[in-house]
């Protein structure tokens, strides 16, 4: 009875054995170090890198409301991402209140990542065109260049925001050609003439 035992205890032994475990040799034509050296990645300077970090921090950056117009816009320049500037006061305005209330924290806008940096102002901006009562709201480039209007429309969903946002976004970082995105793809620009 004992000898069954044995017997596969032998064959194990044999199989686990390094005769058994090891790779076949590569054969002459396999190169396998010029093809590590292939999907490598090449190195970048420096500068390249920074940049790099800069971009993946960017693309995960929550929307960030600053209610200093300074530091907003350099973290705008730094990311290179446009921001909405709002000239609004959820505490004199009911308005304002439903611009916050459906909008600005949403759970949609709350967890958009990547798209702006927000700048709240209780005081007119005109500058920015925001100067002819509240809530009024504009994106803006990084160098205080204007976009286009983005106020409180009581018809807009959350999404509708973050698409317009999104868009501005691309169009500041890829240009004014790259496409666009509606309902949640990309299309090409209209042609220009």
Not at 1 to 29: E, I, R
Not at 123 to 138: E, F, I, R, T, V
Request: proline residues 10%.
């Amino acid at each position: 009875m004992n000898k069954p035992f044995v017997s596969f205890a032998l064959l194990g032994l044999l199989v686990g054995s390094p005769v058994y475990c090891q790779d076949p040799a590569p054969a002459a034509n396999d190169t396998p170090a010029a093809e590590d050296t292939a999907k490598a990645k090449p190195k970048l300077s420096p500068e390249e890198l920074k940049a790099e970090r800069i971009k993946k921090k960017s693309e995960s950056l929550k929307i960030k409301w600053y209610t200093d117009e300074e530091k907003a816009f350099k973290d705008a320049q730094k990311y290179n991402l446009p921001v909405w500037v709002l000239y609004s006061n959820p505490a004199t305005c009911s308005v304002c209140q439903l611009l916050d209330k459906h909008i600005i924290n949403s759970r949609k806008l709350k967890s958009a990542k990547g798209i702006c940096i927000g700048y709240r102002s209780v005081s007119p901006l005109p500058k920015y065109k925001c100067d002819k009562g509240m809530p009024m709201g504009a994106l803006v480039e990084p160098s205080g260049k204007f976009i286009c209007h983005l106020s409180y429309n009581p018809n807009m969903t959350p999404d509708m925001y973050i698409e317009k946002i999104t868009n501005a976004r691309i169009q500041l970082q890829e240009g004014k050609d790259a496409p666009l995105v509606h309902d949640g793809k990309k299309i090409p620009p209209p042609p220009t003439k």
